[in-house]
Every structure is written in structure tokens, then in C-alpha cells.
């Protein structure tokens, strides 16, 4: 027998069946960025209604100490509509959401050097110092959750934020949910019920997807169920469809934790060296730096995330789609 199917047996034994892990309770943080809004709108709705809602979900489910994070650029431009982001933010840290760093103008650390990097999230400081009324607001959550493609400049920035008092702001679940909100803006226009009804849906059915991930991979690489940190973002669509996930992940044996707990979790301290062209949710970077795949922990190497139904649904590309 070859060494890599000894290898695959071994894992078999070892990780539980996913019907077991399904029903392992999993401590969960809730992280939001790129508030006080992302994307477009639709007609008639402001970026004030976006955030209230959110707010009353998280309210509702009284899910205690979310962290959103923030790029200063958003509200520093001179006009009304920064005003009223900035009156966002207000009742943002109103509800007792602190909010931490996600660089001042939301860069790719790909092209650019440590010192421009760094320039940039001691540029956002400013405005982090003066929102967030006493709260921790040391976080740093890398945008696109890259951490740069050399181990210089990822270890630099690393270095950097250590010497500045940072903690770095992992993800374990990530479903690209800001994906949805254009499709969703397109199909409201058009006024297109089975194409809303399919992105509800397959929204729902991926945020699910990524939980259920997770779980395997925490059994899998820690042998035990990791505090997970969820990745959302502030877009009308993940505000419609957040109390509806928010109820599912419940029903799935979800506790909410403050981030300030969840991210104590010892797994993230650990410095995966991962180096990507794109980044990706700490597990991945974990499984991907012990030379592992998805397939070994009985996983589809591919999720079902619709990539091209989101670029092409109520879009002048002709498809024929049947729901
Ligand atoms: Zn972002």
C-alpha cells in the first residue's frame, strides 16, 4: 500500500463522521468588515437603514461583542455622505461594537512594500483612537485576508504589528457572503423572484457549507472544536439574510462569543507562513501549510461557492437558467 493511502486510512479513524462533528457545539465570534458599508444600495434604502438592521439581528440574537473593522478613507472624504457614515459608526459603538483597524484605505499587501503597508494602518489610527470611546481597538484584519507573498513581507508586517501592540484578526469561516449583494441589486431591479429566490437560498446553503467545513477541519488539524471567528460584511444583502443565517447556525449547535475570547483561542497565535497569491480563512492557511488538502479530511477539494451564477445571474450575459 502507498504511504499516502496508510496516511488517508489513518485519518479516516482518526476524524469523527461529519454526522458526529454536526452535532458538536461550536463557540462562534462574529466579525463584520469594511463597515459602515459595503457595495451598493438598493433604491430607496440608505446606508443608515443597512447598519440599523444589522444591529437588531445582532441584537436579537444577542450575539455579545462583535468587531467590525474599518478603513478610515470611507468616511475622511469632505461631503454629507461621510457625515452620515460617521454618524454610523456612532451608533455602531453605541450598540458596544468596537472597532478595529482593516487599513486605512483598504490595500492589497501584494503591491505594496512593509513601509508603504504600515504607513497605511497607522494612517487609520487617528480615527480608530477617536470612535471606539475606551474600547480595544488593536486588531488588525488584513483586507482579502492577505498576508503577502513572500515570508519578508508577510514576518515585516507581522513585526510590525507586534511592536505596535496589535493582535492580528483571524477568520476561520469565510463565504465570500459580500459576493451576493450585486446579483441581489441586479435581480431586485429587474424584478426577478426565482432569481432573488436562488441567492437567498444558495447564500444560506453556503454559509451552512463553510460552518460545516470548519468543523471537519478543527477536528481534523487541532483534534478538538476551535473557537471559530465568522467573517461578514456590511452589505445590504448580509444585513437582509443575516437574521435567517444567524437562526440556521443556531439550529447547527452555534453559541455566540465576543471576538475578544474567541480570538484567545491558542490555534491563532500560530504563524502558518503561509504565502499566497490570494488569501484564505486560517484553517485553509494551517491545513495548506502541512502540505494537506481538503480531500484528506474526507472534504471536496471545490465548494459549491456559485461564482459564475453571481457574475451572470440578471446580468446582460445570456444564460438560460432553470430553477
Ligand atoms: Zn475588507
Given at each position: 500500500m502507498k504511504l499516502i493511502s496508510v496516511f488517508t486510512l489513518a485519518l479516516m479513524f482518526l476524524i469523527p463522521s461529519a454526522h458526529a462533528i454536526k452535532r458538536v457545539p461550536v463557540k462562534m465570534a462574529i466579525t463584520v468588515d469594511d463597515i459602515p458599508g459595503y457595495g451598493d444600495l438598493p433604491h430607496g434604502v440608505s446606508r443608515s437603514e443597512v447598519m440599523n438592521e444589522v444591529l437588531a439581528v445582532f441584537k436579537k440574537h444577542e450575539v455579545p461583542g462583535v468587531y467590525g473593522f474599518i478603513n478610515g478613507l470611507k468616511v475622511s472624504e469632505p461631503g454629507a455622505e461621510s457625515d452620515s457614515m460617521m454618524q454610523d459608526m456612532k451608533t455602531w459603538v453605541e450598540a458596544n461594537y468596537p472597532v478595529g483597524n482593516h487599513t486605512y484605505s483598504h490595500i492589497?499587501?501584494?503591491?505594496?512594500s512593509v513601509k508603504k503597508y504600515t504607513n497605511d494602518i497607522k494612517k487609520n489610527e487617528k480615527l480608530l483612537e477617536e470612535i471606539?470611546?475606551?474600547?480595544?481597538?488593536k486588531y488588525f484584519r488584513y483586507p482579502f485576508l492577505n498576508e503577502g507573498e513572500t515570508l519578508a513581507k508577510r514576518n515585516g508586517v507581522r513585526k510590525y504589528l507586534k511592536n505596535n501592540g496589535y493582535k492580528i484578526a483571524q477568520?476561520?469561516?469565510?463565504?465570500?457572503?459580500?459576493?451576493?449583494n450585486a446579483p441581489y441589486l441586479r435581480c431586485l431591479k429587474k424584478n426577478d423572484q426565482a432569481s432573488l429566490h436562488y441567492l437567498e437560498q444558495s447564500f444560506l446553503d453556503n454559509g451552512m457549507e463553510q460552518l460545516n467545513r470548519a468543523r471537519v477541519l478543527s477536528k481534523g488539524l487541532f483534534h478538538r472544536q476551535v473557537k471559530e471567528i465568522l467573517l461578514l460584511h456590511l452589505s445590504s444583502f448580509s444585513a437582509k439574510m443575516l437574521d435567517q443565517l444567524l437562526t440556521k447556525y443556531e439550529k447547527a449547535g452555534v453559541k455566540w462569543i465576543p471576538f475578544s475570547e474567541a480570538t484567545r483561542d491558542p490555534v491563532y497565535r500560530k504563524n502558518t507562513q503561509y504565502l499566497g497569491e490570494n488569501g484564505t480563512a486560517f484553517l485553509y492557511q494551517v491545513m495548506q501549510s502541512r502540505n494537506l488538502g481538503a480531500e484528506n479530511f474526507g472534504?471536496?477539494?471545490?465548494?459549491?461557492?456559485?461564482e459564475e451564477d453571481l457574475k451572470e445571474l440578471c446580468s446582460d450575459i445570456k444564460k438560460d437558467y432553470k430553477f
Open positions: 492589497h499587501l501584494n503591491d505594496l471606539n470611546c475606551g474600547m480595544d481597538w477568520v476561520s469561516i469565510s463565504f465570500r457572503d459580500w459576493a451576493w472534504l471536496s477539494s471545490f465548494t459549491s461557492f456559485p
